[in-house]
């Protein structure tokens, strides 16, 4: 018989009530539900939260990213920020780069010239992994993310391969896209900004029967920007359609789809001058306007079905595929020979296709006095991903003059035919267990069993290159609530990521990770405002070096270690805010010649910090419009990997003001770098430095239809 607290039984209640709201319109991280499910109206205007929907405002109190179940992110024993689509429409912000200044920790990494949102570091460690409703959807060149289908941007601390499988031990994303809701509703918006920014996007919810039981959801972008860059420009499409459909009481359906193209100059940025930045205008391109411009285009469809087998447990049956293009021609800057850049010619040709299978089964169960929630999970991923990039010798005669560059060389001869595929199979159980031990002590055990095959083909030479390896990642961690305020936590957990092969035909050992944390879970003021603080130490071993002969192997090691910390919350009525801060010391500990042991890992600032508030009137003629500002500072970082160039500190202030017209109009404004900062926000090494905006302005007008 399964026996629940008062306590346990009241967060069921409110948990249902949300769920029979939006018919289930969610995506199938619940942590309870009954087999029926009757249509409930909901009047309260701020309906109770639910893991996959929207924020009220910018705190968020529920979370399905670190643990695949919709559970209140206070008994989590684990550092999970959340970001809400609120802090992307205040900034007026169409990319995650910005948003992710307030989770705290999250670094600017190589963003592919420009092309996609490719890489980013959590904690001091560099990552290409990110995800989307709990699936992995860069694993090929995934264009940069559009925020007209983000509800909210989830970040992880900390390895989760126990989940997830795969990745870096820093952390890990997981975009929570938006998804149909009961009441039908549409919105149009359209801005336009400093350098010719242009872009419209429309939002249309719409039931589909009269009962409810099928609801549908549009969201399109597109949007054209030039740049404060010579020649440097990108146009972009998509439409993401999504379909919620009860079949039953029991059983949903969700169904997920997404068409993207982008168009866009790739743009390396500009060098840095005896290690020194300053004397290249920011402006200067260095490549060349009669490549036109690379193509990207990605299709992704995801299917869910969820069935309730009785009251304590509930089976998920889902499957992602995705699949893309990425096709284009660049002239690419090399190395700076005193005034001059040499370059090099490259033709790009890019396919993949991605399909992951997931069946999890979801229950509740009590041990004496122990409440249980646990999670069995099996995942088969079949990836596969062609690189066609042929290019030229890297000469002076293609080179480029740094302070008046000269366009229209004639192309350089194809000399390298760069052409690769690989293949990646993975099977992988998962086993997880959250536990109620009392009122105020929480855990939470998992572990992922995977086995991996991989196979790298040279086409150009014919080598063919296999590894298959077997990794278990287990985690455990616990939280103790001290007051009904402030909660305290500590974990352990790993991660694994298959090396690349050898172009020698090395076969290396995956890279591994294991993390250390332990912080505090705050709940403030009411609950007005929540946060997060941790200490973190985490290691990684079987990082790819090179040994006294030249010859690559997996013996270099990193460490990171620091505090982090994020809060969020609605002080009153009218003020809300979001602000991070992070501290983070991240070094190599065992390197090689060409990166000592104690460099600095690429891009890691020591200190960096950002705060967002906003106050929204409540009475009078200006009711419902509001005026804010936002501030951000990143630390020196060291700009390539074993040298001593760096990225100079900086500082940003952006000021923002929305007026409501009428309940259906909203006019806004958004000043960025209000004090024209000449800053620099990513490196790659010392010759692709790419400058920051300089101040810039842009106007909305948001239409509720």
Not at 309 to 322: E, F, G, V
Not at 342 to 368: A, C, K, M, V
Not at 413 to 431: G, M, Q, R, W
Request: with cysteine.
């Amino acid at each position: 018989m399964l026996c629940f607290s008062s306590s346990q039984k009241s967060r069921r209640l409110q948990r249902l009530s949300p769920f029979a709201a939006a018919l289930l319109g969610s995506f199938a991280f619940a942590e309870d539900a009954t087999t029926t499910l009757d249509p409930v109206l909901i009047t309260d205007e701020h309906p109770q939260e639910v893991a996959d929907g929207p924020v009220q405002g910018y705190l968020a109190t529920r979370s399905a990213t670190a643990s695949k179940t919709d559970s209140d992110i206070r008994d989590i024993p684990q550092s999970i920020d959340v970001v809400p689509a609120q802090v992307l429409d205040d900034l007026n912000a169409t990319r995650l780069d910005r948003a992710l200044d307030f989770a705290g920790g999250v670094a600017r990494q190589n963003n592919f010239g420009g092309l996609t949102f490719l890489n980013y570091s959590v904690r001091g460690f560099t990552t290409g992994e990110l995800y989307k409703n709990g699936f992995a959807v860069n694993r090929g060149s995934y264009s940069a993310p559009d925020a007209s289908v983000i509800e909210r941007i989830e970040v992880l601390k900390g390895p989760a391969a126990s989940l997830y499988g795969r990745g870096d031990p820093g952390g890990m994303i997981n975009i929570v896209s938006k998804r149909p809701q009961a009441q039908a509703f549409s919105e149009l918006k359209t801005s336009t900004g400093s350098w010719d920014r242009y872009r419209s996007s429309l939002d249309v919810n719409t039931p589909l029967s009269d009962d409810g039981s099928l609801l549908s959801r549009v969201n399109l972008a597109v949007e054209d920007n030039d740049s404060f860059r010579d020649y440097v420009g990108n146009r972009r499409q998509i439409v993401s359609p999504s379909l919620s459909w009860q079949l039953s009481s029991d059983t949903r359906l969700l169904i997920d789809s997404e068409f993207s193209h982008t168009e866009s100059v790739f743009d390396r940025g500009i060098p840095a001058v005896n290690g020194e930045l300053g004397s290249v205008r920011r402006s200067t391109f260095l490549g060349e306007p009669n490549d036109g411009e690379i193509s990207n285009a990605n299709q992704t469809l995801d299917l869910a079905l969820e069935h309730y087998l009785n009251d304590a447990w509930r089976l998920r049956l889902a499957n992602h595929y995705t699949q893309g293009t990425l096709r284009g021609d660049s002239s690419e800057p090399q190395q700076l020979i005193g005034e001059t850049v040499t370059r090099f010619y490259r033709q790009r040709n890019f396919e993949w296709n991605d399909s992951i299978t997931q069946t999890e089964l979801h229950g509740s169960f009590d041990t004496g006095a122990w409440q249980h929630q646990t999670l069995f999970g099996l995942e088969y991923e079949n990836y596969r991903n062609s690189q066609k990039y042929p290019q030229s010798e890297t000469s002076l005669d293609y080179g480029q003059d740094i302070y008046s560059p000269v366009y229209g060389r004639p192309k350089p001869a194809i000399v390298k035919p760069n052409d690769f595929h690989e293949h990646t199979e993975s099977y992988a159980l998962n086993v997880q267990d959250q536990i109620a031990f009392t009122e105020r002590l929480r855990g939470l055990a998992g572990v992922r069993l995977e086995h991996f095959e991989q196979t790298s083909l040279n086409r150009a030479s014919g080598l063919r290159l296999e590894q298959e390896k077997d990794v278990a990642t287990p985690r455990a961690g616990l939280l103790y609530q001290l007051t009904p305020q402030v909660g305290v936590f500590a974990n352990a957990s790993t991660s694994f990521r298959p090396n690349s092969i050898g172009n020698q035909g090395q076969v290396f050992k995956p890279e591994k990770g294991v993390g250390y944390e332990s912080g505090l879970k705050l709940d403030l003021f009411d609950g007005r405002l929540g946060g997060t603080v941790a200490l973190f130490h985490i290691d990684k071993e079987n990082v790819l070096t090179t040994d006294a002969n030249g010859d690559s192997v997996a013996a270099g090691k990193a460490r990171s270690q620091g505090l982090d910390l994020q809060f969020s919350g609605q002080l009153s009525d009218a003020v809300r805010i979001i602000g991070a801060y992070a501290y983070i010391d991240a070094q190599v500990t065992e390197g090689d010649a060409a990166i000592p042991d104690g460099s600095d890992l690429l891009g890691i600032a020591r200190h960096s910090g950002s705060v967002l508030a906003v106050y929204e009137f409540q009475e009078g003629a200006l009711r419902g419009s509001d005026f804010g500002a936002a501030a951000n500072y990143v630390g020196d970082r060291s700009g390539q990997a074993g040298s001593d160039f760096e990225l100079p500190a900086y500082s940003t202030v952006d000021l923002l003001a929305h007026y409501r017209a009428s309940d259906e109009v909203t006019l806004g404004l958004n000043l960025n770098n209000l004090f024209d900062r000449k800053y620099y926000e990513r490196a790659y090494n010392s010759t692709w430095v790419m400058p920051g905006d300089p101040r810039n302005i842009s106007l909305s007008l948001t239409l509720s239809l």
